[in-house]
């Protein structure tokens, strides 16, 4: 099994920096990484998501102010949040795809760390 801790969020000015991490515990092998975020009254959007041999992609929002990195020994992925604006105001959910084989792949989720911007 595999649980998803995540660490990192809280109040942040406008304009401010934020990283959050996310460690996906147990041994089941874990493929893709990444981070979804659902704003108050908004759907579930991508933020971010990586590959275990680095390849990354963005969503449209989020593209040259977002940075995802992972540590694979760690079995920890990370978001840097850069020139934080109150529209980053969401709940961040950490996700991570186990498969322990071609047939059997299981999307695991974090509880999700809240980072409010405001002054």
């Known amino acids: 099994q595999v649980q998803l801790v995540e660490s990192g969020g809280g109040s942040v000015p406008p304009g401010g920096t934020l990283t959050l991490s996310c460690v996906a515990t147990g041994t089941i092998p874990i493929k893709t990484m990444g981070w979804y975020r659902q704003a108050p009254g908004k759907q579930r959007e991508l933020v971010a998501h990586i590959t275990t041999d680095g390849k990354a992609d963005y969503g449209d929002s989020v593209k040259g102010r977002f940075a995802i990195t992972r540590d694979n020994a760690r079995r920890t992925v990370y978001l840097q949040i850069n020139s934080l604006n109150p529209e980053d105001t969401a709940v961040y959910y950490c996700?991570?795809?186990?498969?322990?084989?071609?047939?059997?792949?299981?999307?695991?989720w974090g509880e999700g760390p809240q980072v409010p911007v405001s002054s």
């Open positions: 996700y991570a795809v186990g498969s322990t084989s071609v047939l059997a792949i299981t999307v695991y």
